[in-house]
T-cell receptor, first 117, second 117 residues
Framework: AQTVTQSQPEMSVQEAETVTLSCTYD???????LFWYKQPPSRQMILVIR??????QNATENRFSVNFQKAAKSFSLKISDSQLGDAAMYFC??????????????FGDGTTLTVKP | GAVVSQHPSRVICKSGTSVKIECRSL??????MFWYRQFPKQSLMLMAT?????????EQGVEKDKFLINHASLTLSTLTVTSAHPEDSSFYIC?????????????FGQGTRLTVV
């Protein structure tokens, strides 16, 4: 079974600065997908960024980027130029590429991000 | 992006009664939907995988007679919490993947906050 670990229950960052959220995972599969989701107080899950394991290039989406280290099974999220609206709980998630597990996600415990004005 | 609608967003019921939560994919077909449970400030825990036209697959420790899942069509899955008790109070979230689509993304409903009094 796959596991996802987020070792930082809480993080804080000053507005306009950069913060990195950590995530490690464990799997015996070679093909899979990794995701970062944002969950604001409304509790709607919002996809922030995704990474295909077969791609060596790190994914980026505007101010959000990842550092994907497949050998180390590490998948950290960097938020640049932090904004007050970035404050939320962030979840790292793993999804198998196997069709038998299509869509099933394993989540980390989450990191609560506070942005200080 | 694809839309998944979950209803109701909030429900209060009396102990011993049953409550039904609906999860609809509005603009795509979903052979498989997933039901998660989330306690405050905790991770999403997969409860069951809902398969259109067949029985749901429950995760270990989830009572299938208590959490009834029906996936009668390619756009609708329902979760019924039977004989609800205060300990069933939680936030329930569904997600769905497109039928025949890539496995790279699942779409989440907005969640249902269940309070059993």
């Amino acid at each position: 079974a796959q596991t996802v670990t987020q070792s930082q229950p809480e993080m804080s960052v000053q507005e306009a600065e950069t913060v990195t959220l950590s995530c490690t995972y464990d799997t015996s599969e070679s093909d899979y997908y990794l995701f970062w989701y944002k969950q604001p107080p409304s509790r709607q899950m919002i996809l922030v960024i995704r990474q295909e394991a077969y791609k060596q290039q790190n994914a980026t989406e505007n101010r959000f980027s990842v550092n994907f280290q497949k050998a180390a099974k590490s998948f950290s999220l960097k938020i640049s130029d932090s904004q007050l609206g970035d404050a939320a709980m962030y979840f790292c998630a793993y999804r198998s590429a196997l069709n038998t597990n299509a869509g099933k996600s394993t989540f980390g415990d989450g990191t609560t991000l506070t942005v200080k004005p | 992006g694809a839309v998944v609608s979950q209803h109701p967003s909030r429900v209060i019921c009396k102990s011993g009664t049953s409550v039904k939560i609906e999860c609809r994919s509005l603009d795509f077909q979903a052979t498989t939907m997933f039901w998660y449970r989330q306690f405050p400030k905790q991770s999403l825990m997969l409860m069951a995988t809902s398969n259109e036209g067949s029985k749901a697959t429950y995760e270990q420790g989830v009572e299938k007679d208590k959490f009834l899942i029906n996936h009668a069509s390619l756009t609708l899955s329902t979760l019924t919490v039977t004989s609800a008790h205060p300990e069933d109070s939680s936030f329930y979230i569904c997600s769905a993947s497109r039928t025949g689509g890539s496995n790279t993304e699942a779409f989440f409903g907005q969640g249902t906050r269940l309070t059993v009094v």
